[in-house]
């Protein structure tokens, strides 16, 4: 018996949180694609097969946030929710985010079990 794995795009640059988030997902049977630039992992979502995308905010070759507007702006790869990660402690962060157009947020450092919590609501939740 084997269960359909979910594939999660991992666009991070920084080594150690992309090892961390890798680890967390990788433990829970995810299988994770990661790009430390927006560009190829843009590139990437071309092919199909993404089910989610964990995007890292400050990124060195394009923002993680207008990386999400064309996303969100192209109709074959909209509805693969997107979730913000960022450092930055900002109060507007979220608000910048979800204007954006990803789908969700998550602050830096890393909690796992929120990370996981918010991973698996967008995978199972039923598409209205
Ligand atoms: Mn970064």
Do not use: W
Request: hydrophobic share 40%; proline share 5%.
């Amino acid at each position: 018996m084997s269960v359909v794995k979910s594939v999660i795009m991992v666009i991070e640059d920084n080594p150690d949180n992309m090892d961390l988030v890798t680890e967390i997902l990788e433990d829970e049977d995810y299988t994770v694609e990661g790009f430390d630039r927006a560009g190829p992992g843009l590139d990437r979502l071309q092919s199909g097969g993404i089910d989610l995308i964990l995007m890292d905010v400050s990124l060195p070759d394009m923002n993680g946030l207008d990386a999400t507007r064309l996303i969100k702006k192209d109709d074959a790869l909209k509805h693969i929710p997107v979730l913000a990660l960022t450092a930055h402690a900002m109060a507007n962060d979220e608000r910048t985010c979800m204007d954006a157009g990803c789908d969700a947020y998550l602050t830096k450092p890393i909690d796992d079990e929120l990370l996981l919590q918010r991973i698996s609501c967008f995978l199972e939740a039923p598409h209205a």
